[in-house]
């Protein structure tokens, strides 16, 4: 037995440096092999699809799991570094596995692990290499997680937006086209700024390795600080613009209701990643023990979250059409993790990686719950016939109207007239979403926002800034409601329910499924509040993360040791 547990510590050594890169490397393979395949085969793509995200979920889990393994207080935990080649850093290729990337990791594999399935009851049938397209993207966002160097996180960016160029036109149409050049023209510009400050940055320090550039900084003399401000500066923009923060979201709620639904639930991870590059660098290059560089632009920040916040808030009470409403949830999200990340607390930052969760769980889950009550409420709304069910690639059961039950007078009167399923599965939902984005109890929505506010309430000083945030935070959850309840109502109450819904199980399933990870966040708040309280003070104070960028040695080989029993 102790030779068998032996093996198995022998072989999870071995395997855990490389299952960094499997996030990165299954979704590139898998679309380098559906590239090979015919376009009429199409089940053999989805089921490739479905798979690969399915792995891809389970290793994001797995490497979750390993960070958390060697802490379960609020200390670093494990962090695992894979060096590309062998090359030490800063040199060379850098992926490192911490708490708040394999967060984000596991975030994405159930964001897409749910898209896949869903989009194979019709949505991938609407056009060309819709699966290889959802793949490089993935690959892509696993990959700008994972990065330790500003270059590859360029490289990574650039992968995730030319897939997501051809997934916002999938399907076609003329709104589609529109919304995509707006989209594409945004993107090239914010590529176009990452490239000079990133350059800009190269040039002063010498480097581009992130932990590498956190050092560097802090030793720098006061005459170079400005050109690293501004290079800084530069990079935000481009971040700012793809996290959808005001004034450069104009294109965001237009591109995002446009897009089919399984591609916007998708996006959703999108401004999540602007969001999470500007933690990362802001945290790492201007730490508190950067010297006069010490949380650089802080108040830049925080104003452009509040801005941000605003405007979702004044948007989605100025709009009825559901893929509206459910941009500027996405509008009003980023402006709360914004200025949650600008106000510096890493109470308040633990408060905003739980609401993350659980606001982009929940709008991924609006999103696909929007395409069945569009195509509920509107005849011919969809661009793609539905599939017959002797021909689904998954599960083909219908959740049908109930038009065998019958009640008579008496009866009706007595019990009212039963609820068709396919009804009830879509007011359910609709209900719930409405609870998780409006941040109502007793749901994952209001825990995120309570903490923030409790973080922010326990902080030394409450400023102005502070304050206005509160009010903020409080008024956009009231309009949220506002707003999809009376959207609920118009949808749900006032039309009579003449035409039952027809829906399948590969689409409900994949809503139910991320519905009830957001009730798993509720019942698990304890735990995943833990997981995030350590991820903000490793942030905080980011020696951690330094140190084992800077330690990391060459990836055991078991053959130099006899190899594995």
């Not at 989605?316 to 509206?324: D, K, Y």
Request: glycine residues 10%; proline residues 4%; neutral net charge.
């Amino acid at each position: 037995m102790n030779e068998f547990t032996g093996f198995l510590d022998r072989l999870l050594e071995f395997t855990m440096p490389h299952l960094v890169a499997v996030p990165i490397l299954v979704p590139m393979l898998t679309a380098a092999l559906m590239l090979l395949l015919d376009e009429k085969q199409r089940r053999l793509k989805s089921t490739l699809s479905v798979i690969s995200g399915l792995i891809g979920l389970l290793a994001a889990l797995a490497l979750l799991r390993w960070v958390n393994a060697a802490d379960t207080g609020s200390g670093p935990g494990s962090i695992g570094v894979y060096l590309a080649g062998n090359w030490r850093a800063p040199f060379g290729i850098v992926l490192v596995a911490d708490r708040l990337s394999t967060l984000m990791l596991a975030l994405t594999g159930v964001v897409a692990f749910a898209a896949s399935i869903y989009s194979t009851s019709r949505w991938d049938k609407a056009g060309v290499h819709f699966h290889p397209l959802l793949q490089l993207q993935l690959m892509g966002l696993n990959g700008a997680f994972l990065t330790g160097d500003l270059f590859n996180l360029f490289v990574f960016f650039e992968v995730m937006l030319a897939a997501s160029y051809g997934l916002l036109l999938h399907g076609s149409g003329r709104l589609r086209v529109s919304a995509g050049l707006h989209y594409i023209a945004i993107n090239l510009a914010a590529s176009s700024l990452f490239l000079i400050g990133a350059a800009l940055l190269y040039g002063v320090t010498g480097t581009l390795n992130m932990a590498d550039l956190g050092a560097r900084i802090a030793q720098l003399d006061a005459g170079d600080r400005g050109l690293v401000h501004a290079a800084a500066a530069i990079l935000a923009t481009a971040f700012f613009a793809k996290a959808g923060a005001w004034p450069l979201n104009f294109w965001l709620v237009p591109a995002y209701s446009a897009a089919v639904s399984p591609v916007s639930a998708v996006f959703a991870l999108l401004t999540k990643l602007g969001i999470y590059t500007l933690l990362r660098l802001w945290t790492v290059l201007f730490a508190p023990d950067t010297g006069m560089s010490a949380q650089f632009g802080q108040g830049m920040l925080i104003a452009i979250g509040l801005s941000t916040l605003f405007v979702g808030a004044i948007g989605i009470v100025g709009t009825q059409r559901l893929s509206n409403l459910a941009g500027f949830t996405v509008l009003i999200s980023a402006g709360t993790l914004l200025t949650a990340i600008g106000l510096g607390q890493p109470a308040i930052w633990a408060g905003a990686l739980y609401y993350m969760l659980s606001s982009t769980l929940a709008v991924s889950a609006f999103f696909l719950l929007i395409d069945m009550v569009e195509r509920w409420r509107n005849e011919g709304a969809s661009i793609a016939p539905h599939e017959s069910a002797g021909n689904a690639p998954f599960l083909s059961e219908d959740l049908t109207a109930l038009d065998d039950v019958n009640l008579d007078d008496e009866q009706q009167a007595l019990y009212g007239r039963a609820i068709p399923a396919g009804v009830a599965f879509l007011g359910l939902g609709f209900l719930c979403c409405t609870l998780l984005l409006a941040g109502l109890p007793p749901l994952s929505g209001f825990v995120g926002k309570f903490a923030m506010l409790n973080g922010l309430l326990d902080a030394p000083v409450v400023g102005k800034a502070s304050w206005a945030f509160l009010a903020l935070l409080l008024v956009s959850g009231f309009l949220t409601l506002v707003a999809l309840s009376r959207t609920g109502i118009r949808h749900f109450w006032t039309q009579p329910l003449s035409a039952m819904p027809s829906l399948r199980a590969v689409e409900v399933l994949p809503v139910a499924a991320l519905l009830a990870a957001c009730v798993a966040l509720t019942i698990e708040a304890g735990p995943v509040m833990q997981h995030a309280s350590a991820t903000a003070e490793g942030l905080f104070a980011p020696t951690a993360y330094r140190d084992a960028v800077f330690g990391a040695q060459q990836v055991p080989n078991p053959a130099a040791k006899g190899g594995l029993p």
